[in-house]
């Protein structure tokens, strides 16, 4: 899978989550980019991101991630 | 809407759920309005947006309030001014394992462990009779998941120092006050987190990351659970189902087989399974779950495949048969039609997806659920709970026999070309009187599942009829009616409000189970009489139009009412002087107050 593919994908999730189809992360995007980014949204946001890619994040990496752009690292680790 | 119906996609659900909601409150169904509390002990905020999906889907739309984490104990015990003002008709207590105060300690000797049960139960339960005291309304308390490891292994379980064997006393110290107490309901996640497998339920990642009492992705499990409860609670089960034979009952197809050669009965595996759905069936029927044919098969055939010796059910367990080849959902409207009840109370059972999607297509608001292979078929319709039980009532046990009665009613007014004639022979008796403690939970149930024969569909909970019973400014009425085929129990409620000389009908339903029998005289008559003992002159009736009460829109006009006002809605007044009131009805001996 490239890097555009997962970008994609998480792309698909963060329009479902947070119900705008204006969205388009990008490597830099934070949870300050999204009004709606909360932390229990975050949570739904890595639920169902490791559900779409078929992969799971360790606690740590889950709260550690810095932007979209770390997220699609780990994800391209797993699949 | 289908995505909510049991077996649903949970983690589609969690991460659409905005736009579900959007659909769900773009779709024009009517609903009621109830407000929901929710004191955790943990995070709830996806379980309320799960559970408001839920109950959207049920025909409830729900207002929530939700106190601040972790604060259910405070707020149920000294609530602060939002949740007073809330007045709340459901307060839901969201507690888990992670919520008890202390567990033993090995060390720990009989009696301490003791006293810390009593002191953990002690404080659940000054928390429900504080909130029974303030709100009187409806507490829904989860029970305790097994914890999410075993100091002890397997003798967790059996030695009163295993947290194993803590959770299971106090969950039975819980149970003890749900049977012992009106508007009080457990929600049993210690079964659905087993269901779900604790192992996955029991995720630290949800715990320490977002202080969710379960894994996330079973929020969804969880919600409906809930949700069942409180839909059960309003009146939103269903009533029965409408069952198919072949391959649904029985394997194979009892015209082309022969009856010798259906599969029923012990002698095959398969064989079995169908025997073991049948029964369960049949332990549904006993909850007073209605059971129904729908089949395309001569009907002596049907017959024929009942009376194998293998067969659970028999041909005297199904209220109405329909064995013939019209399409089902003309059948199953027939059969909702001769039960007096609305095809959406119905659930349909099918083994094939084709006749299930066309009688979903054709029956707005029916369940036509998507059961499987035979193997799958009880748990499907188990986990479904379409009849989720929030009490046993004498009257759910008698349900079927009633029904039967009702068949057999049907079949002797055939032979009357009288209708007057029919019904003197049914040898009515109605016991007319003021609400009586016996019956309150009755009354409350009858004004939150009646639909049709209800002119303002004002619901009650046990509470509140409870208090219009001991306010002197209400004139209650409760009806029960038997005649020479049985009881049918209290069927119907009238409550009136009295100011000086005028009587104010709030409330006026009748079970569906009774209608054109003249009850609506009988209670009509012992209305008027009360009603001139207490001085009262006029009465006003209320008519407020819903998608379901049509067949009483010119009700008080029958009974010798005149219309005042009518609004754009359809909304009416109507008003009666009992000056001039004549007794109305002729076939139904009431009994005289002893």
């Known amino acids: ?79 | 809407m289908k995505c909510l119906e049991y077996p649903f996609a949970g983690e589609e659900l969690l991460r659409r759920k905005k736009r579900i909601k959007k659909e769900l409150l773009a779709d024009g169904s009517v609903r009621i309005s109830k407000k929901i509390a929710i004191l955790g002990g943990s995070t709830t905020n996806d379980i309320r947006l799960m559970l408001e999906l839920f109950l959207l889907h049920y025909g409830i739309a729900p207002e929530f309030y939700e106190s601040e984490y972790n604060q259910y104990y405070e707020e149920a015990m000294f609530p602060g001014a939002e949740l007073l003002a809330f007045a709340p008709d459901v307060i839901y207590i969201h507690t888990s394992c992670h919520n008890i105060m202390a567990f033993p300690q090995l060390t720990d000797t009989p009696e301490q462990i003791e006293a810390m049960l009593q002191a953990e139960y002690g404080r659940y339960c000054g928390m429900w009779e504080a909130l029974a005291q303030r709100f009187g309304c409806i507490v829904i308390q989860n029970n305790f998941e097994y914890p999410a490891y075993r100091l002890l292994g397997s003798m967790d379980a059996s030695d009163r120092h295993g947290k194993v064997n803590f959770v299971t006393r106090l969950n039975c110290l819980f149970y003890d006050y749900a049977g012992t107490h009106e508007n009080f309901y457990i929600h049993d996640i210690n079964y659905l987190s087993a269901a779900y497998g604790l192992e996955r339920w029991a995720d630290s990642f949800s715990w320490h990351m977002y202080k969710y009492c379960c894994n996330v992705s079973a929020i969804p499990d969880f919600a409906f659970s809930l949700a069942k409860i409180i839909k059960a609670l309003y009146g939103k089960n269903k009533k029965g189902y409408v069952l198919d034979l072949d391959n649904t009952l029985w394997g194979g197809i009892v015209g082309d087989d022969g009856p010798e050669n259906i599969e029923v009965g012990q002698e095959t595996s398969m064989g079995q399974v169908y025997q073991a759905f049948q029964a369960y069936l049949k332990e549904q029927k006993q909850l007073g779950v209605l059971l129904n044919i729908d089949s395309k098969n001569e009907y002596e055939n049907a017959m024929a495949g009942l009376e194998h010796p293998g067969g659970v059910l028999k041909k005297d367990d199904f209220i109405v048969v329909k064995a013939n080849w019209e399409p089902k959902d003309k059948n199953l409207t027939d059969i909702a039609a001769e039960l007096n009840l609305l095809p959406e109370s119905l659930v349909f059972v099918d083994d094939n997806p084709a006749e299930r999607a066309i009688v979903s297509a054709q029956v707005p608001g029916v369940a036509a659920p998507e059961i499987g292979t035979v193997e799958n078929y009880i748990r499907v319709l188990d986990r479904c709970g379409y009849f989720e039980a929030t009490g046993i009532s004498a009257d759910d046990l008698k349900r079927n026999a009633m029904y039967r009665e009702n068949a057999q009613r049907t079949a002797l007014q055939a032979s009357f070309a009288d209708y007057g004639a029919y019904l003197r022979s049914l040898l009515m008796k109605a016991e007319i009187r003021p609400f009586a403690p016996a019956w309150l939970a009755r009354i409350a149930q009858l004004t939150n599942k009646s639909n049709q024969f209800n002119l303002t569909t004002k619901r009650y909970s046990q509470a509140e009829i409870a208090a219009v019973a001991a306010d002197p400014a209400y004139l209650t009425l409760y009806g029960k009616l038997e005649d020479r085929f049985g009881d049918n129990g209290v069927v119907s409620v009238v409550i009136g409000r009295q100011e000086g000389d005028a009587l104010f009908l709030d409330l006026w339903i009748m079970s569906c189970r009774v209608l054109k029998r003249d009850m609506e005289c009988a209670m009509m008559d012992a209305l008027a009489q009360r009603a001139g003992a207490r001085g009262i002159r006029t009465i006003y009736g209320f008519y407020y139009p819903t998608a379901k009460n049509k067949m009483v829109r010119d009700f008080y006009g029958e009974r010798g009412f005149s219309k005042v006002s009518q609004d754009t809605a359809g909304n009416t007044k109507w008003e009666l002087s009992l000056a001039a009131y004549r007794p109305q009805n002729t076939v139904i001996q009431v009994e005289e107050e002893i």
């Open chain 1, 1 to 79: 899978m490239t890097r555009e593919e997962v970008f994609a994908g998480v792309n698909e999730v963060f329009r479902d989550i947070f119900d705008d189809e204006e969205i388009t992360v990008g490597e830099t995007t934070t949870a300050d980019d999204i009004e709606d980014w909360d932390s229990l949204e975050h949570i739904n946001l890595i639920v169902a991101i490791e559900k779409k890619f078929g992969m799971k994040f360790t606690m740590g990496e889950a709260t550690g991630m810095k932007n979209v752009g770390a997220m699609v690292d780990i994800i391209l680790e797993r699949v």
